[in-house]
């Protein structure tokens, strides 16, 4: 069992940057990746970014070059920067971890990004 906790979410000015991270507890020493999915209103949960034990990194196309995603594997800590933040990127912001083929999804944090 792998338990996850965001934190960071708030209100930012669009053109703004914002930092969110993730905490993860139990099993977490067995994480193969971790990432960021979010979820705008009436929209389908999309993924961000996501990287591997091994460092390894994917974004979705909305986010490269404005988003960057670190791992602390000591910590179990991802510590995504947004950057160029647009209304666009407004949702809410769930953190993920895959660890022994099962799918861990933290409760989500709201980021909201004012034009």
């Known amino acids: 069992q792998v338990q996850l906790v965001e934190s960071g979410g708030g209100l930012v000015q669009a053109g703004g940057s914002l930092s969110l991270s993730c905490a993860a507890s139990?099993?977490?020493?067995?994480?193969?990746?971790m990432g960021w999915y979010r979820q705008a209103p009436g929209k389908q949960r999309e993924l961000v970014a996501t990287i591997t034990i091994g460092g390894r990194t994917n974004y979705d196309d909305s986010v490269k070059g404005r988003f960057t995603i670190s791992r602390d594997n000591a910590k179990s800590t991802i510590l995504p920067q947004m950057n160029s933040l647009n209304p666009e990127d407004t949702a809410v912001y769930y953190c993920n971890a895959v660890c022994d083929g099962m799918v861990y999804w933290g409760k989500g944090t709201l980021v909201t990004v004012s034009s």
């Open positions: 139990g099993s977490s020493n067995s994480i193969y990746a």
